[in-house]
C-alpha cells in the first residue's frame, strides 16, 4: 500500500533495543515537527478550507502521540532530550521542488508529507513486529494505523489541490527519491536513522 521501493531491515530493531531512551526522544520530536508541518501548510493556504480542516486534525493527533511518547519516556524513569536532527527529512526536503506556483509549493509540501508518513509507517510496522518490548510493539502497531491515515490523506489533498501538477507521476519520483537515500539509514536508533 505504501508503494515504498525498499523495506527496513528488521535487524535495525536490535539498534533500536540498544538505546531505548534515543529512540523515543527521537519519535517524540518527530511527532512535534509533525505537527508542526502540517500547522504550516495551514498557515500557507488558509483559504483551502477542507486542507485547513484536515490539517487542524492531523495536528491535534501528531500533538497527541507527542503526549503519548512523552508519558512512555516519563513512566519509564527516563528524560525527554533535546530536539535532534533528522537527516533523512533534509535530505527528501532538497529533494523539494522550489520553483513553481504557490500552488505547486502546496503539493510538493504535501507530498514531502506523505514521504515522511510512508516510511514513518513502515519503521512503526517494523518495530511492532519485532520489539521485545510488548507495550512498545503495541503502541507502535497504533501508530502505524495512524501514520498509515495520515500517509493517505496528504496524497488524497495532493490530488484534490493539484491544478497542474501530476501527482501520481510526482509520487512516482518522490518514492524513487526516497529508495536512493534510504540505504544510508536504517544504522541509528532513530526513527529514520
Not at 520530536?29 to 498557515?43: L, V
Not at 501508530?143 to 484534490?160: D, R
Not at 493539484?162 to 540505504?183: G, P
Amino acid at each position: 500500500m505504501l508503494g515504498l521501493k525498499l523495506a527496513t531491515d528488521p535487524r535495525w530493531v536490535n539498534i533500536v533495543e540498544s538505546n531505548i531512551e534515543e529512540i523515543l526522544t527521537d519519535h517524540a520530536w518527530c511527532e512535534q515537527k509533525a505537527a508542526t508541518n502540517a500547522i504550516h501548510i495551514i498557515a500557507q493556504n488558509s483559504e483551502n478550507e477542507e486542507l485547513v480542516t484536515e490539517m487542524i486534525r492531523i495536528a491535534r493527533e501528531e500533538l497527541e502521540h507527542f503526549q503519548m511518547v512523552h508519558e512512555i519516556i516519563k513512566e519509564r524513569g527516563l528524560t525527554l532530550g533535546r530536539e535532534r536532527k533528522d537527516n533523512y527529512v533534509s535530505e527528501l526536503f532538497k529533494f523539494s521542488k522550489k520553483d513553481g506556483s504557490r500552488n505547486d509549493s502546496l503539493i510538493e509540501r504535501l507530498l514531502f508529507a506523505a514521504m515522511i508518513e510512508a516510511r514513518s509507517c513502515e519503521r512503526f510496522r517494523v518495530l511492532s513486529q519485532n520489539i521485545k518490548d510488548e507495550e512498545l510493539a503495541k503502541f507502535y502497531h497504533d501508530l502505524m494505523v495512524s501514520e498509515a491515515g495520515h500517509y493517505t490523506t496528504f496524497l488524497k489533498l495532493a490530488k484534490k489541490y493539484s491544478d497542474r501538477v501530476d501527482v501520481d507521476q510526482r509520487w512516482k519520483e518522490w518514492l524513487d527519491y526516497e529508495a536512493s537515500i534510504i540505504t544510508n539509514y536504517g544504522k541509528q536508533e532513530t526513527v529514520h536513522g
